[in-house]
């Protein structure tokens, strides 16, 4: 480490909560799926801000979105319309298939907004008690940090003397349908998993899961919703992880990627029975549908389907697992390597990821993140080179024969 980057994270340490432990790399450039160190060292990153990058760092029709409206009208916050949410929404409504949405600014925002829609929805709906309403989420789920999201985690590091929790939440194991019925009573409002789990390390479930849990939710009058903040918008193939089983939801959380890299943009999608439980002065942000937020949600749709990104997330995702498979298959210090589209893990018999990720950065020059110590996630942006990617393959099996 260079003494710049030692003072940079110096710097940060003092100055800083310690809610991160991110790894020694102090980045300050990005272009497409490479950034750059303050000393100048390029790096792949296959992290991509967890899915916000997609479209990669700083894609000129994104960033030239941001800058021309940013010359004319940022915010105005709800209480007045403003020319670019609108088009948003329409154009929501054509990539999702659902007539509403409602937008907000992160991803933990998406799912704070399907969590109340669905208790309200129960409510004025269906007519369960008031107070009463249950809501089944997955274990070992990762849906944001505010406390109604903490409450569904299963992850000590994520709850912890965070207590007391929101209640009327029921976990179930994930990839387990059979849970999910069990645990189905004339009190439940909605069942909320991500179609794969992406902090739990790339998890994908059972063949039929999703479609099983669709046939659930409809059988029983219960909401059907997905947190598809990671996995939407091409990331693992599709436009959204459902699709692999055709298993619609009622509600569509997503984030990350519309926002383009560059501004949080998120949004609950849903039918037009579900959404109207929202009346004014029920739920808002001051920040949720902004101009500038719009007009960078509409540039980042326009390049994953005018680049054909879905696709090409699609084409490199199975090339890149087959090559990680074919070449990790005789070391012993590999458990499984899993994926869909670009949204690839590496699980390790013993915790040693942390370790890779940090050769991988130091060696090979390419920036990825373990999670839970044990599984490496290599989730490049859908625009790298074929080259590109296979080198960053290679690279990260270099580091893991290098542990075994």
Known sequence: MTTRSAALIAEADAYGAHNYAPLPVVLS???????????????????????ALNQGHRHPRIVAALLEQAQTLTLTSRAFHN???????HRLAEVTGFPVALLMNTGVEAVETAFKAM???????KGVPDGKAEVIVAEHNFHGRTIAAVSMSSDPGSFGHYGPFVPGIVK?????????????????????????????????????????????????NVLLAFDE?????????????????????????????????VYPVSAVCGPREVMEVFTPGSHGSTYGGNPLAAA?????????????????????????????????????????????????????????????????????RV??????????????????????????????????????
């Not at 208790?119 to 709906?125: D, L, T, V």
């Not at 540039?299 to 199975?318: D, F, H, N, P």
């Not at 590999?334 to 060696?363: C, F, I, N, Q, S």
């Open 83 to 89: 020319d670019r949410m609108g088009p948003l929404l």
């Open 229 to 261: 903040v990671q996995t939407g918008l091409g990331r693992t193939g599709k436009w959204f992880a459902w699709q692999h089983e055709d298993a619609r939801p009622d509600l569509l959380c997503l984030g990350k990627a519309l926002s383009g890299g």
């Open 172 to 220: 179930v194991p994930f990839g387990d349908a059979a849970a999910v019925e069990r645990a189905l009573t004339p009190n439940t409002a909605g069942v909320l998993v991500e179609p794969i789990q992406g902090e739990a390390g790339v998890i994908i479930p059972p063949a039929g899961y999703l479609s099983r849990l669709r046939a659930l939710c409809s059988e029983r």
């Open 367 to 404: 920036l990825c993140k373990d999670t839970h110590g044990v599984t490496l996630r290599f989730l490049p942006p859908l625009v790298t080179p074929e080259a590109v990617l296979l080198d960053g393959i290679d690279a990260l099996v270099r580091v893991v024969r290098g542990l075994a």
């Open 119 to 125: 208790r309200r929805w129960a409510y004025e709906k």
């Open 296 to 364: 960078v949600g509409l540039a980042a749709l326009a390049v994953l389907e005018e680049e054909k990104l879905v696709e090409r997330s699609a084409t490199l995702g199975a090339l890149a697992l087959g090559r990680l498979r074919e070449k990790l298959a005789s070391v012993p210090l590999v458990k499984e390597v899993r994926g869909r589209g670009l949204m690839l893990a590496v699980e390790l018999t013993k915790p040693l990821a942390h370790e890779a990720a940090v050769r991988l950065a130091r060696d090979e």
């Open 29 to 51: 450039r990005g272009e497409g799926c490479f950034v750059w160190d303050v000393d100048g060292t390029r790096y792949l990153d296959a992290l991509s801000a967890y899915s």
